[in-house]
């Protein structure tokens, strides 16, 4: 179309000008100018018509085309982190019980099995030696008034607690000299001496199991008897006898290895010696294993 109507004005520039001779060609020309430009209006009315179809036809086209379905992205699901395992408690220790320290409650460190050992201070009196000595003055006429000396001594004690309320015990006691004194006219006269030596071997049951242990003992053994008769009365010089022990006492425990001992026991020999008789207390430390 374009090259129609180049054409078409090339020739009429041409024919204007240049000389003409022929009217014909011109009235020619002229047609063919005339007929290329219908053309050209009919060619862009046939272009524009087309464009319009365009314009409408491609929206409706768009429109009938469904869109595709959007694919939803699936949701990331973050897994939470596992827990770091707690650590496991540590057990608490069981607590001890309380021990109650009184002599009314029993108490296992106190009355424990086991071995023990004490010493002593000591002291008796005779309870018939100044009759005895009474009597001799008697049968050879005379009568005197009398005094004799409380001994004084010591003691070692070994035994072996095999139950909290019972013990065994061996038990050594010494006696110095005791002096039984004549008063002669206003003069004193050293009339007897005695000495003894004790061993036995007692059974004591403890009442309580506390720091505070009272108890009962009993023993036998064997006592020997060391006199003097510096005047004669014939009294016994030296002697050997079974012996009983009966008594009683107290341990007082500092802690559960030291305590202090008291006792109180009434010593019958027997036999020759049956006139000695002996009344003892005794203090002490002991010491358990």
């Not at 290329?36 to 009938?64: H, K, N, T, W, Y």
């Not at 004490?118 to 006429?141: C, F, H, I, P, R």
């Not at 003691?155 to 050594?172: C, D, K, T």
């Amino acid at each position: 179309m374009s090259r129609a109507i180049v054409f078409s004005t090339l020739l009429i520039r041409s024919g204007r000008g240049a000389s003409v001779q022929s009217p014909r060609l011109a009235r020619a020309l002229r047609c063919a100018a005339r007929g290329s430009d219908a053309f050209g209006l009919r060619a862009m009315a046939c272009f524009a018509a087309l464009l319009v179809l365009l314009f409408f036809a491609i929206p409706a086209q768009a429109d009938e085309i469904e869109p595709e379905p959007e694919i939803e992205a699936a949701p990331i699901v973050q897994s939470a982190p596992e827990p770091a395992p707690e650590p496991e408690p540590e057990p608490e220790p069981e607590p001890e019980p309380e021990r109650v320290e009184t002599s009314g409650i029993e108490d296992e460190g106190f009355a424990r099995d086991g071995f023990y050992v004490g010493v002593n201070m000591a002291g008796s009196w005779y309870t018939d030696v100044k009759q005895e000595v009474k009597d001799s003055l008697t049968a050879l006429g005379y009568s005197f008034p009398l005094e004799i000396e409380k001994p004084l001594g010591l003691g070692v004690r070994a035994g072996y607690r095999f139950l909290p309320h019972l013990a065994a015990e061996a038990q050594l006691l010494w006696f110095s000299k005791a002096t039984v004194e004549v008063d002669v006219i206003a003069n004193k006269l050293d009339a007897y001496k005695v000495e003894t030596l004790t061993f036995t071997g007692n059974l004591k049951a403890y009442l309580l199991t506390g720091r505070v242990q009272p108890f009962l003992l009993a023993g036998v053994g064997v006592m020997h008897l060391n006199g003097d008769d510096k005047v004669g009365f014939g009294l016994r010089t030296s002697g050997d006898a079974f012996v009983a022990r009966l008594g009683g006492g107290l341990d007082f425990y500092v802690n559960e290895k030291f305590g202090f001992v008291a006792d109180g026991s009434y010593l019958l020999p027997t036999g020759q010696l049956d006139k000695f008789k002996q009344v003892v207390w005794s203090v002490g430390l002991q010491y358990r294993f």
